[in-house]
């Protein structure tokens, strides 16, 4: 099989999947006797993602692997093609999500003491019924409380590679800045992440790291645009 045979190949599958695949699966879409080898893929994708320089679309390595995407400054036009107005989320689901990311494995009342409020139910199941967040263990506490960690659908949605590539915290002083991009792809097993990062320790210091964050659970300024599509990018906040 040639290289361009190859490139085409992978490129076509990246467009058609719509959610990212990673080597191994490209591997797969060959028969035996012609199966490209990991190397050969990541060349192709290399090759690819060469191509696309200048152009409004651009190749994303994930948690999950690679994807075809619409670069950012071209989502709020793009976007448009979905005129409905897309699912949007609190800040005090942000503020729960980004405890859980940064601090992970965290307990439901070492949120609780960050945040000094009670923590939604309804936070944790959505962010649950999401796959943003899944139980990872038990604290070995009275009453076993369930430890939570984030999936890698989370790291699809955030277009992050691991969770070492998550913005320091000085930059997120406003969750506004927050600006996701993609519907999350509902995958199977869940791969290994990066190791997550120190666990808290009954609020040692998180809470002046954490100082900025509201604690309100009501329902504030919503800062996620949720869209159908995984290969365009939600606007910007206040976008048409």
């Excluded at 729960?96 to 990311?101: R, V």
């Excluded at 277009?159 to 509902?186: N, T, Y």
Aim: no cysteine.
């Amino acid at each position: 099989m040639s290289d361009i045979e190859l490139r085409n190949i992978v490129e076509a599958a990246l467009l058609a999947a719509g959610k990212s695949l990673s080597p191994g699966e490209l591997a797969l879409l060959f028969d035996e006797p012609q199966r490209p080898a990991p190397a050969a893929i990541r060349a192709a994708i290399a090759s690819l993602a060469q191509d696309y320089a200048g152009r409004p679309i651009e190749i994303q390595e994930t948690g999950g692997g690679f994807r075809v995407q619409i670069r950012r400054q071209y989502a709020a036009p793009v976007s448009r093609l979905w005129p409905e107005r897309p699912q949007r989320y609190s800040r005090a689901l942000l503020e729960t999500l980004a405890l859980i990311a940064y601090r992970q494995p965290i307990t439901r009342a070492e949120i609780e003491a960050v945040r000094g409020v009670t923590v939604n139910p309804n936070i944790i199941k959505t962010l649950l019924e999401r796959q943003w967040i899944r139980v990872v263990g038990h604290r070995d506490l009275p009453g076993r409380p369930e430890l939570l960690g984030t999936t890698r659908d989370f790291l699809e949605y955030f277009s992050l590679k691991s969770l070492d590539d998550l913005p320091p915290l000085a930059q997120l002083r406003s969750l506004g800045e927050i600006d996701p991009q993609f519907e999350l792809a509902v995958n199977g097993a869940e791969e290994p992440q990066s190791r997550p990062k120190p666990e808290l320790a009954a609020a040692d210091g998180a809470e002046e790291e954490f100082a900025d964050l509201d604690a309100s659970d009501g329902d504030e300024e919503a800062v996620v645009a949720h869209r159908p599509s995984g290969l365009v990018a939600a606007p910007p906040d206040g976008a048409d």
